[in-house]
């Protein structure tokens, strides 16, 4: 009889890892609460192998962070507006057995189509930075003279 190869139980066993890099994002800082937790129960059901396949519906959603359906509803949008999340695949139940939709973390690489991780959560804050133009707008004079 082969001996089974010895692993660490403690460091072995399931776990959710957060970078201190991703909680010191912009994004991440100006997410909700129930925005924060549903990411930590999104990445709670990622394996290692499958991601882009991470099956949570906003009912169980709500269920599983202990919020209203709506709230639920909010924090998967503001998850997918500030990029840590892409849909992969919508749930319906217009389909003989209902599903869930699908998610993909942002800060993984994907196991479906094998794409890196595109962390988009990371420029978040910074198309509103640009969005300020770097050249004051002239005024006009006929406000002044109208005074």
Partial sequence: MQKRPKRNKRIDAPHVR???????SPAYL????PARALLVEITRLYNGRNNGQIGLSVRRASERCNIARG????????LQ???FIELMTKGAFSRKSPHASEWRLTFNTCDVTGELA?????SWGREKQNAVSKYPVAV????????
Wanted: hydrophobic share 35%; aromatic share 12%; glycine share 8%.
């Fill in 18 to 24: 957060l970078y201190g890099w991703l909680l010191n």
């Fill in 30 to 33: 100006s997410l909700c609460c």
């Fill in 71 to 78: 709230t639920a509803q909010r924090a998967f949008g503001e």
């Fill in 81 to 83: 507006e500030r990029g």
């Fill in 118 to 122: 595109s962390k988009a959560f990371m």
């Fill in 140 to 147: 006009s004079n006929q406000s002044q003279r109208a005074a």
